[in-house]
């Protein structure tokens, strides 16, 4: 049972704007950084955000991240067909001493 | 560009012992800004940090409480590499395991995955 609760499912037609939502708790969300990971079948997670809003190099700017609180955002907007995938948070835990990742959501592009 | 190659069986024997190596290429083992993690992801557990080891000024190792007591990872400097240990696995540990990267607070480098079945 993941400590980061995401939602298990989202969709959206192409074009539109889609959320994911992230909770956590002030051991990990609420004191440090939340980062994100797209992850298709077969494949490794790949870092999709960091430090909460960063894009790594390469990661179109149609994806987004947001924090407040205790709670972190991945925002895709202009969804595609190629965006169907897994999406995962993660945060350090500073009670656990540990990584931390949420149970992930099936994105599905309709 | 920092890589990590994965190598060892993909199945291990109900209380025996599995092991994994991550080889490491444009990036050092004792890097002093990075840490060398294993994790792992199966349907029922999702994706579950396991443990990391880092050097800063000497070595160190974290891992997680619920496997604390079967696993080691080992840092090998001499090959730019390292490795898991989970001893005594049962079928609850059939899963794909990852070795990670992390730098800066966020895991930025991931192995390939190596899917391993626990079955005798």
């Known amino acids: 049972q993941s400590v980061l609760t995401q939602p298990p499912s989202a969709s959206g037609t192409p074009g539109q704007r889609v959320t994911i939502s992230c909770s956590g708790s002030?051991?990990?969300?609420?004191?440090?950084?939340v980062s994100w990971y797209q992850q298709f079948p077969g494949t490794a997670p790949k870092l999709l955000i960091d430090?909460?809003?960063q894009r790594p190099s390469g990661v179109p700017d149609r994806f987004s991240g947001s924090k407040s609180g205790m709670s972190a955002s991945l925002a895709i907007s202009g969804l595609q067909s190629e965006d169907e995938a897994d999406y995962y948070c993660?945060?350090?835990?500073?009670?656990?001493?540990?990584?931390?990742f949420g149970g992930g959501t099936k994105l599905t592009v309709l | 560009q920092v890589q990590l190659q994965q190598s060892g069986p993909g199945l291990a024997k109900p209380s025996q012992t599995l092991s994994l190596t991550c080889a490491i290429s444009g990036d050092s083992v004792s890097s002093n800004s990075a840490a060398w993690n294993w994790i792992r992801q199966s349907p029922s557990r999702g994706l579950e940090w396991l443990g990391r080891?880092?050097?800063?000024?000497?070595?160190?190792?974290e891992y997680v409480v619920s496997v604390k007591s079967r696993i080691t990872i080992n840092p090998d400097t001499s090959k730019n590499q390292f490795s898991l240990q989970l001893k005594f696995v049962t079928p609850e540990d059939t899963a794909v395991y990852y070795c990670?990267?992390?730098?800066?607070?966020?895991?930025?480098?991931w192995g390939q995955g190596t899917l391993v079945t626990v079955s005798s």
């Open positions: 990670a990267r992390t730098h800066s607070g966020r895991v930025d480098i």
């Open positions: 080891t880092y050097y800063r000024s000497k070595w160190y190792n």
């Open positions: 430090s909460n809003n």
């Open positions: 002030s051991s990990n969300i609420g004191r440090d950084i």
């Open positions: 993660a945060s350090w835990d500073g009670s656990l001493n540990g990584w931390l």
